[in-house]
T-cell receptor
Framework: GQNIDQPTEMTATEGAIVQINCTYQ??????LFWYQQHAGEAPTFLSY??LDGLEEKGRFSSFLSRSKGYSYLLLKELQMKDSASYLC??????????WGAGTKLIIKP | DVKVTQSSRYLVKRTGEKVFLECVQD?????MFWYRQDPGLGLRLIYF???????EKGDIPEGYSVSREKKERFSLILESASTNQTSMYLC?????????????FGQGTRLTVV
């Protein structure tokens, strides 16, 4: 079966750095997304990785290792507004999106 | 500003009722999706459509049907609502057949079946 694993919940301090991991076992791989979802709101796009390496976009970076079936989202200089769920999603060999259950990130002052 | 609009933010329906959830996108996207989101389970695909009048079953199509008569509109139908269909329903659209472009989501419909 296809599976995406993320931690259920993480806590971090305002101003700090946090890394949210995502491991996947899917039938093929054609790309990986990270989305942010604030409570009661729709998911919004953060990043897309298809090649190995680090993609940086402001305070957020996303890393991919296809050989390890592993990605992480790195959030720097955490702000209270970063409190949200972070969803990892993989495009499989049939061009279907497989979603993880999401990681709830709690930011404390 | 791109937009995916769902017809209702909150709905309460009775068991056995036929329920229509409407979704409209203004981006001329080919792909449209209906998901349900439940705590601890992530997004689960109900149905998707990659063209007008085309539909494909997702992972959990039982108890649901869809309609796409126009490119911009994708409707989800609960034929006979049951309490286990109480959930958050999210509509999304995207451009690429290869799925490698971002999906835009509607604000969600929280459906309660009593």
């Amino acid at each position: 079966g296809q599976n995406i694993d993320q931690p259920t919940e993480m806590t971090a301090t305002e101003g700090a750095i946090v890394q949210i991991n995502c491991t996947y076992q899917t039938s093929g791989f054609n790309g990986l997304f990270w989305y942010q979802q604030h409570a009661g709101e729709a998911p919004t796009f953060l990043s897309y990785n298809v090649l190995d390496g680090l993609e940086e976009k402001g305070r957020f970076s996303s890393f991919l290792s296809r050989s390890k079936g592993y990605s992480y989202l790195l959030l720097k200089e955490l702000q209270m507004k970063d409190s949200a769920s972070y969803l990892c999603a993989v495009i499989d060999s049939n061009y279907q999106l497989i979603w993880g259950a999401g990681t709830k990130l709690i930011i404390k002052p | 500003d791109v937009k995916v609009t769902q017809s209702s933010r909150y709905l309460v329906k009775r068991t056995g009722e036929k329920v229509f959830l409407e979704c409209v996108q203004d981006m001329d996207h080919e792909n449209m999706f209906w998901y349900r989101q439940d705590p601890g389970l992530g997004l689960r695909l109900i149905y998707f459509s990659y063209d007008v009048k085309m539909k494909e079953k997702g992972d959990i199509p039982e108890g649901y049907s869809v309609s796409r008569e126009k490119k911009e509109r994708f409707s989800l139908i609960l034929e006979s609502a049951s309490t286990n269909q109480t959930s958050m329903y999210l509509c999304a659209s995207s451009h690429s057949v290869e799925m490698n472009t971002e999906a835009f989501f509607g604000q969600g419909t929280r459906l309660t079946v009593v």
